[in-house]
């Protein structure tokens, strides 16, 4: 079985302004605000992931749905999802740890282009 997750590409920071989700914000952030919008982050996954079974061994897969067709290093946004939320899937008792032990496979994937959806699907998929 295949447990799917759907991931926001950002999330507001203030009430005037959003964190989106990629290392060119992230690299440039200051630690409290990063702090704070990791833990906004869990916050919004929190549902989501708590429908999910205790996983020893999972294979993890990144899609990519941007807003527009403007060029995009997926690598760029799929960085701070992988990031927060495996340490979401950790913190909630999902995984024992997001080491190479229990996570052993990482992909990246481009889908389409969503105007009105952007998002990333993050697929979880147990190693037996």
Avoid: C, W
Wanted: charged share 25%; aromatic share 10%; proline share 5%.
């Amino acid at each position: 079985m295949i447990y799917t997750l759907i991931s926001p590409l950002s999330l507001p920071q203030t009430k005037t302004k959003k964190f989106a989700f990629n290392m060119n914000i992230y690299r440039n952030a200051h630690f409290r605000t990063l702090n704070t919008m990791k833990i906004r982050y869990k916050e919004y996954m929190k549902e989501q992931i708590l429908k999910l079974p205790k996983l020893d061994k999972v294979e993890i897969t990144y899609t990519l749905y941007p807003k527009s067709r403007r060029r995009t290093d997926i690598g760029n946004v799929v960085a701070i999802h992988k990031k927060f939320v495996e340490d979401a899937l950790v913190g909630y008792g999902i995984l024992v740890d997001d080491d190479y032990l229990h996570i052993i496979a990482n992909h990246e994937f481009f889908g389409e282009v969503l105007p009105k959806n952007p998002h990333v699907k993050i697929e979880i998929k147990p190693i037996t």
